[in-house]
């Protein structure tokens, strides 16, 4: 048997997407089919991917935008108010000798978004160019997008600790600030934009290119 033809797609199998069961199917197309297991629809790959994770792209580059124009957080301490972007939140713990939480706040809060993104496009521009280059690498690049977006919440977790914490009356209070609400945005728009990309479309046009 051939590299082509050891394939589920080949053997006119598919996994489902919701319980993971690998399913024969009864033709060459899964119209109708349905999971033995669960009874999930089948598809042989993910229904409108691509379109589906350029849209949800494109959403979180836009809200990644105000998540670092407005402020995060607003700090109350006696009647005067003082805010903070991610960014000069970043430049506050470096000034004031805290170098490792500028670090934490500049990698979960700045870098992995910009990453995240980057890694999205270049992959669905890769698929839709029918590119061969490097696919081993490029299905690890997506794992390790997929992996990393969690760990964006970092600041906003921060956050949500120090407005529960810091309620002190007219002395001082910390409120979230509408940078927050993009931000966090971003996160959950670039999770869902890694799932719903599927990294079998890299290895299709290998195997259509050695059909």
Request: proline share 5%; charged share 15%.
């Amino acid at each position: 048997m051939s590299a082509a033809e050891a394939t589920a797609l080949a053997a006119s199998c598919a996994r489902c997407h919701d319980c993971g069961l690998l399913c024969r199917l009864p033709g060459p197309a899964p119209h109708g089919a349905r999971c033995a297991r669960c009874g999930a629809e089948l598809h042989l790959r993910k229904p409108g991917s691509l379109e589906r994770t350029w849209a949800l792209v494109i959403a979180a580059a836009l809200c990644y935008v105000p998540a670092n124009v407005f402020p995060v957080m607003m700090v109350t301490s006696f009647g005067q108010v003082a805010s903070d972007t991610i960014f000069s939140g970043v430049i506050y713990f470096l000034t004031h000798g805290m170098w490792p939480l500028a670090v934490v706040v500049f990698v979960a809060s700045i870098f992995v978004p910009v990453l995240k993104l980057a890694s999205l496009t270049f992959l669905l521009i890769s698929v839709q160019r029918r590119s061969s280059w490097r696919p081993v690498e490029r299905t690890r690049l997506y794992r390790v997008t997929e992996a990393i977006g969690r760990w964006s919440m970092v600041d906003i977790f921060a956050i949500t600790i120090l407005v529960a914490l810091v309620r002190l009356g007219n002395l001082a209070t910390i409120d979230a600030g509408p940078g927050a609400v993009f931000f966090g945005a971003v996160v959950v728009i670039t999770m869902l934009a890694a799932e719903s990309f599927d990294p079998r479309l890299i290895w299709d046009r290998i195997e259509v290119r050695k059909a």
